[in-house]
């Protein structure tokens, strides 16, 4: 199954991802694929609020255009991910057609390892740093569903 994944600021503020949807549909061009893109909450690839990012309401919106079906799933459940690509597989194996995975998520340290996202964002990574990772989230709900003991969630990864 072909995957493109995109970043948030490169999805709609690309000029590449535009054009290959226009290209999409039309005859010699089609190359059907399930799309995928993250938006992360902390920026659009650039230190600007989320809300001024682009003009829909999420990074994804350009799709719509294009009557592409849009998932927006939460980063920080693993299930709704697994759930999002299988629903996204499904779907190309019977319609032959694009299929959006809007994962929502942020960058926990920055855009790259020498980013400090604190100096452009100190609030929101404030609350970044005190929000627990996937990985702690997803222990705290095997242990809620009995699957794992509690003890064993807190080994490190």
Known sequence: MPILIHGDAAFPGQGIVAETLNLSRLPGYSTPAARFTSSPTTSSGSPTAPEDSYSTSYASGLARGFKIPIVHVNADDP?????????????????QRDFLIDLIGYRRYGHNEGDEPGFTQPLM?????AHPTVREIWAQTLVE?????AGRSRTSA
């Open 79 to 95: 299930e709704a991910c697994v759930e999002a690509a299988r629903l996204a597989f499904a779907y190309r194996a019977r319609f």
């Open 125 to 129: 990574y404030q609350k970044i740093a």
């Open 145 to 149: 569903r009995g699957a794992i003991d």
